[in-house]
């Protein structure tokens, strides 16, 4: 039987950052095989930058890398949102105040090198160019195969290897199970792509003093038709000075374009860059992200392996919330092998496995909330916005509320991945939905017409009912994660 690996403790199917995260953190329990379908560095060039956030450092944190041992990274410390006209001024909202808190941007590739050696210095084996086409499962479906393109034969997999699947949005071992179980798949894949455009520092320097200004943020531009497409355009400040920009748009009109037409495209909407712009040095990716709901139990764990990152949940790129999510997949799982180990338990045992059942069922009610806030955030960048007029006045509430509430702490960046770090996803929705219905009501009542006396009142009111109307929806079993020591609870 043709063997590719001599078979290891643990499988980490994948090597994206997550994938090398897991493969790190299982070392210090398994002896450990890194699988990736690519070479080395297949997974660099997919995009230039990530955002990462707290919940990512949580977890380098966790795994001993200092900030030191990341790559130099430019830090962004809100959204910066540009006018498709060049006469308005740059609009730009900070994470939080006084910039306490923010994303940074990080080279991919810089990345994936300092996790891989990381990996490597911890004893995991790093296996590359071994395409993984299909998985095979025992009658207690667990993986017990692994085939790879071009191989005659299979690699047994025993039933106490611990397979963490990091594999991505187009994740076979996903599909695999889906066909297993006679689960309908409910992945759509967008018709979207994009081109990535590097600005260089000394070209930045060049920039006016407005833009300058605002450099260090997650620069947005409004969505915008051309040539029968819909499209939008972001970038990422780099460490070294420069700009990364993405241009996303409708695939099939966007692989169409030339330069001259991404030319024309900048130069009619997004007049603030494309004097900076050479469009001839461009890449061209069209999406392989997928957007899935919530899957079955069966298609999460098994009793010998873990769906995280997007294998587990894929989701709309561009947020900074794919790398950072799947990240604290991997801070989760290792807690919950932390938990199992304290009771001298094997993850692919039988209480192990119904254990990180569990686990990962109550985790799919956080990741379900990153997938569909990822998706809902895309198709409202650019999308419609209010009169001046309502805008003035509730960015003036909500400034407000982040001044005086004792709760109503960041509520206008309540939906950013950056600002609520500290709890659970799956409660964000409720607190934005909860925020906005009083940052109504106040305006619709004058409250900021009231004198301050009653201005005082009607803030300790609302920190009362906020913290009750909280506590009350955490009373639900559903809304408390099983492992609250990940959270620190605000």
């Known amino acids: 039987?043709?063997?590719?690996?001599?078979?290891?403790?643990?499988?980490?199917?994948?090597?994206?950052?997550?994938?090398?995260?897991?493969?790190?953190?299982?070392?210090?329990?398994?002896?450990?095989?890194?699988?990736?379908?690519?070479?080395?560095?297949?997974?660099?060039?997919?995009?230039?930058?990530?955002?990462?956030?707290?919940?990512?450092?949580?977890?380098?944190?966790?795994?001993?890398?200092?900030?030191?041992?990341?790559?130099?990274?430019?830090?962004?410390?809100?959204?910066?949102?540009?006018?498709?006209?060049?006469?308005?001024?740059?609009?730009?909202?900070?994470?939080?105040?006084?910039?306490?808190?923010?994303?940074?941007?990080?080279?991919?590739?810089?990345?994936?090198?300092?996790?891989?050696?990381k990996a490597e210095k911890a004893g995991v084996e790093l296996v590359y160019n071994q395409d993984i086409v299909s998985v095979g499962f025992d009658d207690k479906g667990a993986i017990n195969q692994l085939w790879f393109k071009d191989k005659p034969e299979p690699v047994v997999v025993s039933p106490d290897t611990f397979v963490l699947v990091a594999d991505g949005a187009n994740s076979v071992v996903r599909k695999c199970l889906l066909q297993r179980s006679s689960q309908v798949d409910t992945t759509v894949k967008f018709p979207y792509a994009y081109r990535e455009y590097a600005i260089p520092a000394d070209v930045v320097k060049t920039m006016p003093e407005a833009f300058?200004?605002?450099?260090?943020?997650?620069?947005?531009?409004?969505?915008?038709?051309?040539?029968?497409?819909?499209?939008?355009?972001?970038?990422?400040?780099?460490?070294?000075?420069?700009?990364n920009i993405c241009l996303q748009g409708t695939n099939d009109v966007l692989k169409q374009l030339k330069a001259s037409d991404i030319r024309s495209l900048f130069e009619t909407h997004y007049k603030d860059i494309a004097p900076y712009m050479k469009f001839e040095e461009q890449h061209h990716y069209p999406l392989g992200h997928f957007y899935s709901r919530v899957y079955s139990n069966e298609t999460i764990t098994g009793p010998n392996f873990v769906l995280v990152g997007d294998a587990l949940h894929p989701m709309f790129p561009f947020l900074g919330i794919g790398v950072n999510v799947g990240s604290e997949d991997i801070y989760i799982l290792m807690q919950a092998l932390d938990v199992l180990r304290g009771k001298g338990q094997s993850p692919t045992s039988e209480k192990g496995a119904e254990f990180l059942r569990q686990v990962f069922k109550d985790r799919i009610l956080d990741t379900d909330t990153a997938v569909t806030g990822s998706t809902g955030n895309s198709k409202n960048i650019g999308g419609e916005k209010q009169s001046p007029e309502q805008d003035a006045k509730r960015w003036e509430m909500l400034l407000y509320l982040e001044r005086y509430s004792k709760f109503f702490k960041n509520p206008h960046t309540m939906y950013s991945f950056c600002s609520s770090d500290e709890i659970p996803l799956r409660e964000i929705p409720w607190r934005?939905?909860?925020?906005?219905?009083?940052?109504?009501?106040?305006?619709?009542?004058?409250?900021?017409?009231?004198?301050?006396?009653?201005?005082?009142?009607?803030?300790?009111?609302?920190?009362?009912?906020?913290a009750a109307e909280l506590a009350r929806w955490r009373d639900d079993p559903s809304h408390t994660p099983i492992l609250k020591s990940v959270f620190m609870r605000g």
């Not at 290891?8 to 950052?17: E, H, Q, S, T």
């Not at 210090?28 to 990462?52: C, M, P, W, Y």
């Not at 409250?447 to 006396?453: D, M, R, V």
């Open 212 to 243: 300058l200004r605002s450099l260090n943020s997650f620069h947005i531009w409004p969505k915008v038709d051309f040539m029968g497409g819909e499209f939008f355009v972001n970038a990422l400040p780099c460490a070294a000075g420069g700009l």
């Open 432 to 466: 934005e939905a909860y925020q906005n219905k009083v940052v109504d009501r106040l305006i619709e009542a004058d409250f900021l017409g009231k004198p301050l006396s009653v201005q005082r009142e009607v803030i300790l009111t609302l920190d009362s009912e906020y």
């Open 1 to 117: 039987m043709y063997k590719v690996l001599s078979l290891p403790r643990a499988i980490v199917l994948g090597l994206g950052p997550v994938g090398y995260e897991g493969a790190l953190m299982l070392s210090k329990q398994f002896s450990v095989t890194g699988i990736e379908h690519g070479d080395k560095d297949v997974r660099s060039f997919k995009s230039f930058n990530f955002a990462l956030s707290e919940r990512f450092l949580r977890l380098a944190e966790a795994l001993q890398i200092s900030n030191s041992d990341l790559p130099d990274s430019a830090p962004m410390y809100g959204r910066a949102i540009h006018p498709v006209d060049s006469t308005s001024a740059i609009k730009t909202v900070d994470y939080t105040p006084d910039k306490r808190r923010a994303l940074l941007s990080v080279h991919r590739q810089a990345l994936n090198a300092v996790l891989a050696q």
